[in-house]
């Protein structure tokens, strides 16, 4: 069973914020939540992680509701280059534990 | 710099002749992974490794086997490959020690067997 579920695709105008949800509400208390994208078929590329608090760098933020279910990545103004799929993962202590991906979310990025 | 490198980046052969693609890393991770992106399917874990010597199966590990010698590498062997490999193909290292690791990446090598 997927750990994650993600909307398969979404659209967004250049320079507005983009907000990519994602649900996992099984997530355990010491897993946290991951976010990557790829563009076209190039490596994943990491992006920003949290436990339960909101974080914020210099890519994105990422909100984290409270029961820990559900989460949200924002990139506050969205470039062409921006356009990706965007994953978001839930991971534990790496020892030990497959690492599922999911099918992420197709972000478009329109002029 | 700090990479995850994979070799072949392309590769195209017939079912059945044995292949191995290797990845190598130069950040002293402990953690190894192979994953396959397939249309559809997002990407999938086929083996990982914890440390030298140590490797579990991923969600898709049928038709691969892996080894972990030393800390940098991290091959992948297609003993049989057969048409449904054919496939998109990551190698990702985590440092290791602590529950926040992020994972880096390689390139990607494209399989396709005939």
């Known amino acids: 069973d997927a750990k994650t579920t993600q909307p398969t695709s979404m659209d967004c105008a250049e320079g507005r914020a983009a907000n990519l949800p994602c649900n996992h509400s099984?997530?355990?208390?010491?897993?946290?939540v991951y976010w990557y994208r790829q563009i076209h078929s190039q490596g994943p590329q990491y992006i920003i992680h949290?436990?339960?608090n909101n974080e914020t760098n210099e890519m994105a933020s990422l909100i984290i509701t409270e029961d820990r279910k559900s989460s949200t990545l924002i990139l506050p103004h969205a470039t062409l280059r921006d356009t990706a799929v965007y994953y978001c993962?839930?991971?534990?202590?790496?020892?030990?534990?497959?690492?599922?991906f999911g099918e992420g979310t197709q972000l478009t990025v329109n002029p | 710099e700090a990479q995850v490198t994979q070799n072949p980046r392309y590769l195209i052969t017939v079912t059945g002749k044995k292949l191995t693609v290797t990845c190598s890393q130069n950040?002293?991770?402990?953690?190894m992974s192979w994953y396959r992106q397939d249309p559809g399917l997002g990407l999938r874990q086929i083996y990982y490794s914890m440390n030298v010597e140590v490797t579990d199966k991923g969600d898709v590990p049928e038709g691969y086997k892996v080894s972990r010698k030393e800390k940098r590498n991290f091959p992948l062997i297609l003993e049989s490959p057969s048409p449904n490999q054919t496939s998109l193909y990551f190698c990702?290292?985590?440092?290791?020690?602590?529950?926040?690791?992020?994972?880096?990446f390689g390139p990607g090598t494209r399989l396709t067997v005939l």
């Open positions: 990702a290292s985590i440092p290791g020690g602590g529950s926040t690791d992020t994972q880096y």
């Open positions: 993962i839930v991971q534990a202590y790496y020892s030990g534990s497959r690492l599922t």
């Open positions: 949290g436990l339960k």
């Open positions: 099984t997530i355990s208390g010491n897993e946290y």
């Open positions: 950040m002293n991770h402990e953690y």
